[in-house]
């Protein structure tokens, strides 16, 4: 029996690539796809999510409206930097069709929740955007935590500098709260951080083979990522391609033999000067019981071939 997948995206760019991605693996069975915030509003997240998995030929996959602000704020703005990487529609300013289907009605944390129960340990949680969505399903269904197959977040850094500050990463910035929430939970947590996104690239000649496949799809991915390979290019120049972090966390779920892990139980800090700190929790560092994972090395090659690869050959279907 195939994994089942959930994704819980802030649908910009490298979370569309995440879709593609785990709709291309054999591997696993995408069941659905929870919204939230962080590179655009959770409206907009849901609307391009339910777009890109109409154009990648796969309407059968259900999206549910998450949260749309931290879990100790009451409102979210999109801040300028993530316009300018992800563009004003989350996905590259790329204009693609509205999908004729609704959001689903039930709450992305009740689905989350219900998930759970009927999938149990096949089922692996992937959130690419802050953790809001599954530390509240953790506070209104506890039990969860033992019953869930595996978390694999993007987000985080921890033998690497943030990248909103010294220390912080982005998505955990979002909502340091929920994510501290989260590792303390004793959930079963594998944290794909920049240590590991930051070496996986794709560049211009990579999508060209998305291109040249003469698909709306592809089209689509190649005119979409090159935006950000071009945004890239003003934020981080040294590196010479975009970072591919959500699609990562995706093969993670898939293959954890992509990636070295760390065993440490970790917590976030959320108050004083370094709030949105991932780091080894003190407190239970002399625990043998480990419930967390944390990615510091990543076999690059073999990851963006796959990638190029798996998302090439459902692009040039589409």
Same mark, same amino acid.
């Given at each position: 029996?195939?994994?089942?997948?959930?994704?819980?995206? #802030?649908? =910009? $760019?490298?979370?569309?690539? @995440? +879709?593609?991605?785990? /709709?291309?693996? !054999? %591997? &696993?069975?995408?069941?659905?796809?929870?919204?939230?915030?962080?590179?655009?509003?959770? #409206?907009? =997240? $849901?609307?391009?999510?339910? @777009? +890109?998995?109409?154009? /990648?030929?796969? !309407? %059968? &996959?259900?999206?549910?409206?998450?949260?749309?602000?931290?879990?100790?704020?009451?409102?979210?703005?999109?801040?300028?930097?993530?316009?300018? +990487?992800?563009?004003?529609?989350?996905?590259?300013? &790329?204009?693609?069709?509205?999908?004729?289907?609704?959001?689903?009605?039930?709450?992305?944390?009740?689905?989350?929740?219900?998930?759970?129960?009927?999938?149990?340990?096949?089922?692996?949680?992937?959130?690419?955007?802050?953790?809001?969505?599954?530390?509240?399903?953790?506070?209104?269904?506890?039990?969860?935590?033992?019953?869930?197959?595996?978390?694999?977040?993007?987000?985080?850094?921890?033998?690497?500098?943030?990248?909103?500050?010294?220390?912080?990463?982005?998505?955990?910035?979002?909502?340091?709260?929920?994510?501290?929430?989260?590792?303390?939970?004793?959930?079963?947590?594998?944290?794909?951080?920049?240590?590991?996104?930051?070496?996986?690239?794709?560049?211009?000649?990579?999508?060209?083979?998305?291109?040249?496949?003469?698909?709306?799809?592809?089209?689509?991915?190649?005119?979409?990522?090159?935006?950000?390979?071009?945004?890239?290019?003003?934020?981080?120049?040294?590196?010479?391609?975009?970072?591919?972090?959500?699609?990562?966390?995706?093969?993670?779920?898939?293959?954890?033999?992509?990636?070295?892990?760390?065993?440490?139980?970790?917590?976030?800090?959320?108050?004083?000067?370094?709030?949105?700190?991932?780091?080894?929790?003190?407190?239970?560092?002399?625990?043998?019981?480990?419930?967390?994972?944390?990615?510091?090395?990543?076999?690059?090659?073999?990851?963006?071939?796959?990638?190029?690869?798996?998302?090439?050959?459902?692009?040039?279907?589409?």
């Amino acid at each position: 029996m195939s994994k089942k997948m959930i994704l819980d995206l #802030d649908t =910009g $760019v490298d979370d569309a690539m @995440a +879709i593609a991605y785990a /709709l291309a693996s !054999p %591997e &696993v069975e995408l069941i659905g796809i929870t919204g939230t915030y962080g590179n655009v509003l959770v #409206d907009q =997240g $849901v609307r391009n999510s339910l @777009a +890109i998995t109409d154009i /990648l030929g796969h !309407p %059968e &996959v259900p999206v549910f409206r998450g949260i749309e602000h931290a879990s100790t704020k009451d409102s979210f703005e999109v801040l300028p930097i993530s316009a300018f +990487i992800h563009g004003k529609n989350g996905i590259g300013d &790329v204009e693609i069709p509205d999908s004729p289907r609704p959001v689903e009605e039930q709450s992305a944390v009740d689905f989350i929740i219900e998930a759970v129960h009927k999938y149990g340990k096949d089922l692996v949680y992937v959130p690419t955007g802050p953790d809001t969505n599954i530390a509240a399903a953790i506070k209104k269904d506890p039990e969860i935590v033992n019953l869930i197959g595996n978390i694999v977040i993007m987000g985080g850094a921890l033998t690497v500098p943030g990248n909103v500050n010294a220390w912080t990463e982005a998505n955990i910035s979002q909502d340091p709260e929920a994510a501290d929430f989260l590792f303390r939970s004793g959930a079963p947590v594998t944290m794909i951080g920049l240590d590991v996104t930051l070496q996986t690239l794709l560049t211009y000649k990579d999508t060209q083979k998305w291109r040249e496949t003469g698909t709306k799809s592809g089209e689509f991915f190649a005119d979409m990522v090159d935006f950000y390979i071009k945004a890239y290019e003003t934020t981080a120049p040294h590196l010479g391609g975009c970072g591919l972090h959500d699609p990562l966390a995706v093969a993670v779920a898939i293959d954890p033999t992509l990636v070295t892990l760390l065993d440490l139980n970790m917590k976030v800090d959320v108050e004083g000067p370094t709030r949105g700190r991932t780091i080894g929790d003190e407190q239970r560092i002399t625990d043998p019981h480990k419930t967390m994972k944390a990615a510091i090395a990543v076999d690059v090659d073999r990851f963006v071939n796959e990638l190029i690869e798996r998302i090439g050959n459902l692009v040039a279907r589409n």
